[in-house]
C-alpha cells in the first residue's frame, strides 16, 4: 500500500488550503486516516484523523480551521484548512492504517506514511 500526498503550497495569513491523500494498492482496505505535521526544529504532531466510520479527531490548535474528511470509494483523505496562520507552517504528511491480503494469503496489517507536502503560510 502506498500513500501519495499533494495539494500543498503557498498561501497568506488567512488563506485557504486544501490537502489530498490517496491511497494505491492491491488487495487492501483501508481503516483509519490522518493527517500529522513537521515544522523545522520541532517534533511531529498530529493534526486530525479519521475513522473509516467517519468518526473525526482534531488537533486542539487546528479546532474550528481544519476539517478532515474522506472518500473511501477513492481510499482519499483531505484536510481542508482555512484561516491559515504562519505557525501552520510546516510540512504536512498523510497516514494510513490497512489491512493486506498478499499474494500468499497472508493478512498484513500496517500503518503506511505519504511522502509529505509542505505548507507554507506567509504573515
Known amino acids: 500500500v502506498q500513500l501519495q500526498a499533494s495539494g500543498g503550497g503557498l498561501v497568506q495569513a488567512g488563506g485557504s488550503l486544501r490537502l489530498s491523500c490517496a491511497a494505491s494498492g492491491r488487495n487492501f482496505r483501508i481503516n483509519d486516516m490522518g493527517w500529522y505535521r513537521q515544522a523545522p526544529g520541532k517534533q511531529r504532531e498530529p493534526v486530525a484523523d479519521i475513522t473509516s466510520g467517519g468518526r473525526k479527531n482534531y488537533a486542539d490548535s487546528v479546532k474550528g480551521r481544519f476539517t478532515i474528511s474522506r472518500d473511501n470509494a477513492k481510499n482519499t483523505v483531505y484536510l481542508q484548512m482555512s484561516s491559515l496562520k504562519p505557525e501552520d507552517t510546516a510540512v504536512y504528511l498523510c497516514?494510513?492504517?490497512?489491512?493486506?491480503?498478499?499474494?500468499?494469503?497472508?493478512?498484513?496489517?500496517?500503518?503506511?506514511w505519504g511522502q509529505g507536502t509542505q505548507v507554507t503560510v506567509s504573515s
Open positions: 497516514n494510513a492504517d490497512y489491512v493486506e491480503n498478499d499474494p500468499y494469503g497472508t493478512v498484513v496489517v500496517g500503518r503506511v
